[in-house]
């Protein structure tokens, strides 16, 4: 396969089906993998030292190989591919994963010389000298994913340029076998701590070495699908290969624009740590929850149409590109909506029932559901990120969606000062501040996806010379409204459905509400005449 073609919109569901078996896979497995970290180690001091370590780790691997590097290389990629012979399109591939994998390893190295100086200022100012110090030692040993990771993500760009993503999504389930690997083998394997990174009979450095066994399955995962593609990669130490200046020009802003998330993470996690002791692992908790449904929304999707929108572009084909970007839209916001009703309502029954064992106690499964319910306000907005970042990057325009970010970024921060002074109650882990943090990350981020839509169809219409107003929008304004009116139907029929059933058991309100949900958003979004409520499970069933 030498060229990448843009998909249409019944393919690109189609596709996006695929990736979102992937990421449903993906997506069970980190909810296992939360339920198995919070079984083992409860919301205690030393998962929240695990995910207060993850932070630095996870930032390099978005910035230098993840989400910065993937989305500046693909679209240059796909033109290659379209435009050139396949051997100058390799030879980009070569010089640019070389690059970031002696990048990452530079950069790893640096930061765990820097690591003692860097964590106890800026991710967990409020914690003991010992929780800090094993916080430090955390990081420095995660910081090993990084050079794995910067091989991986690339590799994800290069078979997602060629329309393939069942492998590339399925990446990240192996991440987190490895994780889940990690807690029930590694952590009870090690020997036992005297210090603070011993709970019970497990060791949390365990989860530490399980994230790196785990960076490892991502990449084997996807090495069988390359001889399909006839890939020639090589190691090729060539700075000045045309390409490649053009792919880091692009980097430059999506770095920046990266940044200001992993800084808004970060400022979580500062704001977390003078809270009480497992406010951070229920607000990460709570997290993974939302981002499962993200996942299901906006990142299948996104994934899929990512490509086709990079080679429509490469073509100069604007009708089909504002044509399938509308499509997109439409359909995921069809999905969020109900997602965030969905786990407003069933979000405490749902995590009583996935995690409540062990040292994960009714009060941390309170407080959890309390954080998810300001998360969930936020699907939409998350879910048009994820759509339209895409689209501005397949336009080579990675400035736009920083400048927007960059504002969203002090936005979040103030609010989230703001709101903590007064959300919640200090000296309850129930009803904790740190639901102040996932409120204003909600708020910030539909305010967010909403500019950058408004942006983009200005973008459209001057590249179309039409008016502003058009049928696409239009389109995308009436599905979502009527899909939002659906949507809270079915959250007061969810929400008479728990009230009836208050008396059950906790798995049978779950699985009655949900019964319930599905059956009364699609009935009223057909009553409606929402289109997506006919093309989405039809396209399931299908599949």
Do not use: C
């Not at 910035?63 to 033109?79: E, K, N, Q, T």
């Not at 069933?346 to 941390?364: D, K, N, W, Y």
Request: glycine residues 8%; positive net charge.
């Amino acid at each position: 396969m030498t060229t990448t073609t843009a998909l249409s919109n019944r393919q690109l569901l189609r596709a996006a089906l695929v990736v979102l078996a992937g990421f449903l896979t993906s997506g069970i497995l980190g909810l296992i993998r939360t339920a198995v970290f919070s079984a083992t180690f409860g919301t205690s001091a030393q998962l929240d030292a695990f995910y207060a370590a993850q932070r630095i780790p996870e930032m390099l691997f978005t910035l230098v190989a993840g989400g910065a590097l993937g989305s500046s290389f693909l679209p240059i990629f796909s033109r290659y591919l379209h435009e050139k012979d396949p051997s100058s399109a390799w030879r980009l591939a070569s010089a640019v994963m070389t690059l970031s994998a002696l990048a990452a390893i530079l950069l790893a190295l640096v930061l765990v010389i820097l690591a003692p100086f860097i964590v106890p200022r800026l991710l967990v100012p409020g914690r003991s000298l010992e929780e800090q110090t094993l916080t430090i030692a955390l990081t420095q040993l995660m910081l090993i994913t990084t050079a794995i990771f910067s091989i991986s993500g690339l590799t994800m760009s290069i078979l997602n340029a060629h329309q393939i993503f069942f492998l590339p999504a399925l990446a990240a389930s192996m991440y987190n076998l490895g994780q889940i690997a990690g807690a029930l083998i590694l952590a009870r394997m090690m020997p036992a701590s005297e210090g603070v990174a011993q709970v019970n009979g497990a060791n949390i450095y365990g989860l530490a070495w399980g994230a790196v066994l785990g960076a490892l399955l991502h990449l084997a995962i996807q090495l069988p699908a390359l001889p399909r593609i006839q890939a020639r990669l090589t190691f090729l130490l060539a700075p000045r290969f045309p390409g490649v200046r053009e792919v880091l020009l692009l980097m430059g802003p999506r770095v920046l624009g990266l940044a200001v998330v992993q800084i808004n993470f970060a400022v979580n996690v500062a704001f977390a740590s003078v809270m009480l002791e497992g406010s951070l692992t229920a607000l990460n908790t709570a997290w993974v929850l939302m981002f499962f449904a993200l996942g299901v929304i906006g990142q299948s999707m996104g994934t899929a149409l990512f490509p086709s929108l990079s080679a429509l572009a490469a073509q100069g084909n604007f009708v089909g590109f504002r044509d399938r970007l509308s499509g997109a839209l439409r359909a995921v916001l069809f999905l969020a909506f109900p997602a965030s009703v969905g786990l407003i309502v069933l979000g405490q029954p749902i995590i009583a029932v996935m995690f409540e064992r062990g040292q994960f106690t009714a009060e941390s499964t309170a407080a959890t559901a309390w954080a998810l319910s300001f998360f969930a306000i936020g699907i939409a907005g998350h879910a048009l990120l994820e759509v339209l970042s895409r689209a501005f990057y397949a336009l080579s325009d990675t400035w736009t969606p920083v400048r927007i970010g960059l504002a969203s970024m002090v936005s979040n921060i103030i609010l989230s000062y703001v709101f903590i002074q007064f959300i919640g109650d200090p000296d309850s882990l129930i009803r904790g501040p740190f639901a102040g943090l996932a409120l204003s990350n909600s708020l910030t981020t539909l305010l967010e996806g909403v500019a950058l839509w408004w942006l983009m169809q200005r973008k459209m219409h001057k590249r179309l010379e039409q008016q502003l107003e058009s049928t696409h929008d239009v389109a995308v304004l009436s599905s979502a409204g009527r899909a939002l009116i659906a949507a809270l139907g079915m959250g007061a029929a969810v929400w008479g459905t728990t009230q009836v059933l208050s008396e059950a058991h906790v798995m049978i309100t779950v699985i009655a509400g949900i019964g319930v949900g599905v059956v009364a958003f699609f009935g009223l979004a057909l009553l409606l005449g929402v289109e997506e409520a006919h093309t989405v499970p039809r396209l399931l069933l299908r599949r």
